[in-house]
């Protein structure tokens, strides 16, 4: 069954603690996977896209790396702005989206 | 630009009423869809469109209807509410053409239905 799981649900870090968030798939045909980031009350704003494993994305203090089983989002030197909840999708060969449930990052001052 | 809008920004329906979700994004992108927001689930995609005229079912496309008779709008129809339809719900666009795949959203409509 194709499926994406995202681990951990929840995350508390200190100002300045890095750390990663996981997002382990089982999809055949990979054509893509995506980090989202969503604030409370909005819709899920776009991060970075990966195809293929050993690719690497940055921006700012958030990297994405990619194998052929999971994508890690690492978060280094994190401030108190980068709380939000961060959404992993992976397309299918069919071309639609399968979304995790997302992993809550709390990163307290 | 306005990006992606969606009214109303909070709803509540009781069973068996029907009501429209407005969505239109002013980035002349081809492909809009409709997804569903549940706590401790992933989006799960009701409704899609490649372009107008054109529309296909989702994952959950169940009680739900959407005509795109513009490249703009892309409303969604609940036909008759039911308690399980209670969700977030959030529109989305994107450049079929463009390489990141990148989708942009609304910013939700939250629907009661009692």
């Known amino acids: 069954e194709d499926q994406v799981t995202q681990s951990p649900e929840a995350l508390r870090l200190q100002e300045g603690e890095s750390s990663s968030l996981n997002c382990s798939y089982t999809v055949s045909g990979l054509r893509g996977l995506f980090w989202y980031r969503q604030d409370p009350g909005k819709g899920p704003e776009f991060l970075f896209t990966l195809y293929s494993a050993g690719e690497e994305k940055e921006k700012e203090r958030l990297k994405a790396t990619l194998t052929k089983k999971e994508s890690f989002l690492h978060i280094t030197a994190p401030k108190p702005e980068d709380s939000a909840t961060y959404l992993c999708a992976v397309r299918h060969s069919n071309y639609q989206l399968i979304w995790g449930a997302g992993t809550k990052l709390i990163i307290k001052p | 630009n306005a990006g992606v809008t969606q009214t109303p920004k909070f709803q509540v329906l009781k069973t068996g009423q029907s009501m429209t979700l407005q969505c239109a994004q002013d980035?002349?992108?081809?492909?809009m869809s409709w997804y569903r927001q549940d706590p401790g689930m992933g989006l799960r995609l009701i409704h899609y469109s490649v372009g107008a005229g054109i529309t296909d079912q989702g994952e959950v496309p169940n009680g739900y209807n959407v005509s795109r008779s513009t490249t703009e709008d892309f409303p969604l129809r609940l036909l008759s509410a039911a308690p399980s339809q209670t969700s977030v719900y959030f529109c989305?666009?994107?450049?079929?053409?463009?390489?990141?795949?990148?989708?942009?959203f609304g910013p939700g409509t939250r629907l009661t239905v009692l």
């Open positions: 989305a666009s994107r450049r079929t053409t463009d390489s990141s795949n990148e989708q942009f």
């Open positions: 980035m002349n992108h081809e492909y």
